[in-house]
Nanobody, 127 residues
């Protein structure tokens, strides 16, 4: 079992920045590829960003590319999502997810790829 706890959500104005953290416990963090997903009100959950076990491979949804950065610190068992130039359409509940993987460089973008999920944290971007 892996437990994931997000932090860093809140209210921010358009153009502002936030950084999420997702702390993992329970298993060797470096054995997991990680991802961030979000769900806006009335919409299905969507992929945001993913990072490989090693941190060397990253992938972003087109809607956040160039504005969001995913990173990880395996020594701290934590994955981060730095969000810049926030827009009202970024308003959503953001959730981190973990995928046990045998591959150091593989990333995963599908919701059903992931084994473990955090509880989610709300971001509201005001216009």
């Amino acid at each position: 079992q892996v437990q994931l706890v997000e932090s860093g959500g809140g209210l921010v104005q358009t153009g502002g920045s936030l950084r999420f953290s997702c702390a993992a416990s329970g298993r060797t963090f470096s054995g997991y590829a990680m991802g961030w997903f979000r769900q806006a009100p009335g919409k299905e959950r969507e992929f945001v960003a993913a990072i490989s076990r090693s941190g060397g491979s990253r992938y972003y949804a087109d809607s956040v590319k160039g504005r969001f950065t995913i990173s990880r610190d395996n020594a701290k068992n934590t994955v981060y999502l730095q969000m810049n130039s926030l827009k009202p359409e970024d308003t959503a509940v953001y959730t981190c997810a973990a995928k046990g993987s045998a591959y150091y460089s593989r990333i995963y973008t599908q919701e059903n790829d992931y084994d473990y999920w955090g509880q989610g944290t709300q971001v509201t971007v005001s216009s």
